[in-house]
């Protein structure tokens, strides 16, 4: 019988072979490490202070006529371990939304006019995987006491009532009832 260790060696070199990727450095950086994270856009480009790799997607969003948001760009980028800073590839939009398509985990930080866009049209997003993403940044910073627990609830009470996702509503509600009201 193989040891736990054993075990877990086997399934990274069997997950290493069929994907063709250094899994047992992706295992170091990630299992063997502790806290999280944060991915934050600076002057166009996106910074990335840990240790971990991350392939993150960055929507790029534009104003349309009537004042929402679209998406006419989202670049895939590839943050290997140890990566600062990488330029973003798109040009200039409205909202850079970090992590749109949620394919890592880290804490997000935006730029401030994105963060803007955001307050302004948090609705508009068409996606409602790119709404749960964007009510994620949102919760994080008032977790991380980046956004007052007040200006939190007036967003939730000027896009909530948009909202079609029953998951991203009780999501943002449990929140604001738990955490925003019970605690801030």
Do not use: C, K
């Amino acid at each position: 019988e193989l040891s736990e260790r054993a075990r877990a060696r086997s399934l990274l070199d069997a997950l290493a072979e069929a994907s063709g990727r250094d899994v047992h450095a992706w295992a170091r950086s990630w299992l063997r490490t502790t806290g999280t994270d944060t991915l934050r856009i600076v002057d166009g480009a996106l910074e990335h202070p840990g240790d971990r790799p991350h392939l993150v997607a960055v929507g790029g969003y534009d104003r349309t006529d009537d004042g929402g948001l679209v998406r006419t760009s989202m670049p895939l980028v590839e943050l290997p371990e140890g990566t600062q800073r990488v330029p973003l590839p798109s040009g200039p939009h409205a909202l850079l939304l970090v992590n749109d398509d949620d394919l890592t985990f880290a804490l997000t930080r935006l730029d401030p006019a994105s963060d803007a866009a955001l307050a302004e049209s948090l609705a508009s997003l068409e996606r409602p995987l790119s709404r749960a993403v964007a009510w994620t940044h949102l919760r994080n910073r008032v977790r991380d006491a980046d956004l007052a627990p007040l200006e939190h609830l007036a967003l939730v009470r000027r896009h909530l009532p948009h909202e079609a996702s029953t998951a991203i509503v009780d999501g943002v509600l449990g929140f604001a009832r738990r955490a925003v009201v019970d605690r801030y």
